[in-house]
C-alpha cells in the first residue's frame, strides 16, 4: 500500500504517507514505554542491574533480505535505551552499556571465543567444551556476564593507586 501511494505521488498521498508514518512512530514509543517500563520493574523487583548491548550503527553493519529491513531499520533502538536509562535512574537501578563485540562467538559457560561457535545464525556449539544452545541467548548470557562484572568493578571500593608526578 505504501508503495502505491509513493509512486503516485500527489499531495493526497503525501497527506496519507505522512499520517501513517506519524501513527507509526507513536506505535514505537508506546511499546517502547511499555517495554522499558517492564525491564526497570523486573530488575527493580530482583534487585539487578540492566545490560544493556550497545546498538550503535547496529543499521550499518547488519545485512538483512529485503523484506526484512523496514521492520529492523524503522524501530527506535535508541530511543528505547533512552527510556531504559531514564527510568532506570529514577527507580535507582544501574544500567550497563555492553560491548556486543564477539559475545556470539563466545561460549557462557567455558569462556572460549571462536568464530565457528556459531553453526549457524540460531544454533551455539562450544568447539572446546561442547555445550550446545540457542544463539542469541548464549550472546544474552554473556552480555549479562560482561554487564556484572562492569558493576562489581564500578562498586569496588579498592582505592586507585596514586600516580607520581612527573617533574618539571
Known amino acids: 500500500m505504501r508503495t502505491t501511494l ?3 505521488g500527489t ?3 503525501k497527506r496519507k504517507l505522512k499520517t501513517r508514518r506519524r501513527k507509526e512512530q507513536r506505535f514505537a514509543t508506546d511499546i517502547n514505554h511499555q517495554l522499558s517500563k ?3 520493574a523486573q530488575a527493580q523487583r530482583t534487585d539487578r542491574g540492566i545490560a544493556i548491548e ?3 550503527g547496529i543499521r550499518d553493519r547488519v545485512r538483512l533480505a529485503k523484506k526484512q529491513r523496514a521492520q529492523v531499520h524503522s524501530w527506535a533502538y535508541a530511543q528505547l535505551r533512552n527510556f531504559v536509562t531514564y527510568k532506570a535512574e529514577m527507580a535507582g537501578v544501574t544500567v550497563q552499556v555492553i560491548n556486543p563485540r ?3 562467538r563466545t561460549c557462557s559457560r567455558c569462556g572460549f571465543c571462536d568464530v565457528r561457535n556459531r553453526r549457524s545464525q ?5 568447539r572446546e567444551c561442547g555445550w550446545a544452545g540457542h544463539a542469541d541467548h548464549n550472546a544474552a548470557l554473556n552480555i549479562a556476564a560482561l554487564g556484572h562484572e562492569k558493576y562489581w568493578a564500578a562498586q569496588s ?3 586507585i593507586a596514586a600516580t607520581a608526578l612527573a617533574s618539571s
Open 6 to 8: 509513493q509512486k503516485v
Open 11 to 13: 499531495k493526497s498521498a
Open 38 to 40: 517492564t525491564i526497570v
Open 54 to 56: 550497545d546498538l550503535s
Open 102 to 104: 564477539n559475545t556470539s
Open 122 to 126: 540460531a544454533v551455539f556449539v562450544c
Open 157 to 159: 571500593t579498592v582505592p
